[in-house]
Structures are given as structure tokens and as C-alpha cells.
Nanobody, 122 residues
């Protein structure tokens, strides 16, 4: 089971680091993607590792501000979010890649964990 954590309330321009941890299995960190969802809207992809961890893919809206990384020893994947904007407000989810791919197609991911709420507001 995956669990996302680290969300909270932050002012515009601030930073947060989200964590995705796995319980019950060894996480191959390069199999993780991050997604987010605003109530009433479709879930959208934020960042993920391509199959085998060859590349890290970022949505245009977060590229240059967010950084995806993994720590094998801690069985955790991180999403460092800097220069946060009000439009980054959403529930953030991590998910496990179930099918190979070079992008973060939402249908390639499953085993969704509970999300963590990020609110960017002054």
C-alpha cells in the first residue's frame, strides 16, 4: 500500500516536500508517479519516472519548480515542490506504475495511495 504525506498550507512562493512510502513491499522508487486532483476536475499527472527510471518526466506546469527523487534505503519517493503557486492547490497522490511507458499516462498507474492535501494560499 502506498501512502502520500507532507501536504499542508503554504504561502505562494513557499516550498513543501511530499513523501510516498510503501508498506508491505519493497518500493522500486522508479516505479512511482505523482498526480494531483482538484475537486470537480480530472486527476492530472505531475511527474513520474519513465520505465526503468531512465528519465524523469515533468508536466509543463511544474517543470523547473518540482523535483522528483527516490531513496531506496528509506523505501520512499519524494516530490520537492518549490515556488508554489495557488494553482498548485490540490490533493496529491502517488501511484505505482503497472505498465511500461516513457510518460506518465494515468492509465499506466495503479495501486493508488491516499492523497495528501496541498493548499497554496496567502
Amino acid at each position: 500500500q502506498l501512502q502520500a504525506s507532507g501536504g499542508g498550507l503554504v504561502q505562494p512562493g513557499g516550498s513543501l516536500r511530499l513523501s510516498c512510502t510503501a508498506s508491505g513491499f519493497k518500493l522500486a522508487y522508479y516505479g512511482i508517479g505523482w498526480f494531483r486532483q482538484v475537486p470537480g476536475k480530472e486527476r492530472e499527472w505531475v511527474s513520474c519516472f519513465s520505465s526503468g527510471g531512465r528519465n524523469i518526466v515533468y508536466a509543463d506546469s511544474v517543470r523547473g519548480r518540482f523535483t522528483l527523487s527516490g531513496d531506496d534505503a528509506k523505501n520512499t519517493v519524494y516530490l520537492q515542490m518549490n515556488s508554489l503557486k495557488p494553482e498548485d492547490t490540490a490533493v496529491y497522490y502517488c501511484a505505482l506504475r503497472h505498465y511500461p511507458g516513457d510518460n506518465c499516462e494515468i492509465f499506466d498507474f495503479g495501486s493508488w495511495g491516499q492523497g495528501t492535501l496541498v493548499t497554496v494560499s496567502s
